[in-house]
């Protein structure tokens, strides 16, 4: 494929391209990152993640010249310190997602590699999308219950690697032959070391001590995280303050523990191995 040489990721797939990778499709891209599918000769394709920072500083661009970069002039050019601070993040993701290569229902690295503009990593690639293509396009509630209960053993198993994600949704959970995969572990943080900012949010599916405590969120941050997944997943609604109006829409043997699981105070939720449990069983109580 050919982009406009105005598009942030552009510079990206010309540099993969000279590498000798075949590139298929562009994914996605952020001020941060690229990713797209690829392929070294005689190899199957993968997942390609470029880290990088935008060189362009499209907002300074003559009327007549940005319809050419196709809205994506807000991307401004990264200083020098900027963009050391972004590669290293980069290479912080990369290691995380290696060390939880044996994870069970993460995505795993496969290979890695540094250039001189950026670094990169291959995952493999997953068919089924991700999950909130799965929500919008049917709701088989056995599958995706199950798709969960796969979601929250692999929170576990990064949690026992004293590994916490920290931005669990719908885009993060892939779907691969019917089962879920956790992916990007670009927010996570090792239990071992504080990392990030103290204060984020908000956004819909975070919880309330990121707005204190980001840097040293816990594995319970995941739980709620979850849980407002499930909610949105089994009500069609987010979880709102003061009360869950839907409750009912969700089976009895996994009600208590979301509820729980939304609790303000990290101690009061329950951990991610019994939400697994519950998601599982009422995956089979929707199923008989």
């Not at 890695?112 to 690639?125: A, C, I, K, N, R």
């Not at 995706?144 to 949690?159: N, P």
Request: net charge negative.
């Amino acid at each position: 494929m050919n982009l406009n040489p105005l598009h942030p990721a552009a510079g990206v797939l010309d540099q993969l391209r000279m590498d000798g990778w075949q590139v298929i499709d562009l994914l996605a891209f952020t001020r941060a990152s690229t990713l797209a599918t690829a392929r070294l000769p005689g190899q199957q394709p993968v997942v390609v993640k470029a880290g990088f920072g935008s060189n362009h500083v499209l907002a300074e661009l003559p009327a007549e010249q940005r319809p050419a970069a196709y809205g994506f002039y807000w991307y401004a050019q990264l200083s020098d310190p900027e963009r050391a601070l972004a590669r290293e993040d980069f290479r912080h993701e990369a290691d995380l997602t290696r060390a939880a290569a044996d994870a069970e229902h993460v995505v795993p690295l496969l290979d890695q590699g540094s250039g001189e503009q950026f670094d990169w990593y291959t995952m493999p690639l997953c068919d089924g999308g991700n999950f909130r293509t799965f929500m919008a396009s049917y709701k088989d509630t056995e599958e995706g219950l199950d798709i969960l209960a796969d979601v929250a053993e692999g929170l576990t198993s990064l949690h026992q690697r004293g590994i916490v994600h920290r931005d669990v949704y719908q885009e993060n959970i892939l779907i691969h032959q019917g089962r879920g995969l956790i992916t990007d572990l670009g927010a996570a943080r090792r239990l071992s070391a504080e990392r990030g900012p103290e204060h984020r949010g908000p956004e819909v599916h975070w919880p309330p001590e990121y707005i204190t405590g980001y840097h040293q969120a816990t594995a319970a941050a995941d739980v709620f995280s979850l849980a407002v997944l499930i909610y949105r997943y089994l009500c069609a609604d987010i979880p709102r303050l003061g009360g869950h109006a839907n409750l009912a829409l969700i089976p009895a043997v996994l009600r208590t523990l979301v509820v729980a699981a939304l609790a303000d105070q990290p101690g009061d939720r329950p951990a991610m191995g019994d939400l697994a449990t519950a998601l599982r069983t009422a995956a089979r109580t929707v199923r008989h």
